[in-house]
């Protein structure tokens, strides 16, 4: 399953552009995706999946700082 597909997943988003959206996200939803291995996915994906949600051209140089950005940007949409 490819990142952003796994993020919607988990948000109970019916389309992957809602996470370009605002919404509202439960703390376990957070909590789910904090818990992703980055290993699990690609730097390409993870800085992909940054850009994707944030709307901003965002490049990071390891999984973690983008997977924390991503999880910033998530958590303060309302």
Known sequence: MELLERIRFITNS???????????LTFYQFHEIEEINIDDYSLKEWNDAAKYVSNQNKEFNNSLD???YICSILMHKE
Do not use: Q
């Not at 019916?14 to 509202?24: E, K, T, V």
């Open 14 to 24: 019916d389309y992957i552009s809602d996470l370009a959206c605002n919404r509202y």
């Open 66 to 68: 983008a997977k924390k």
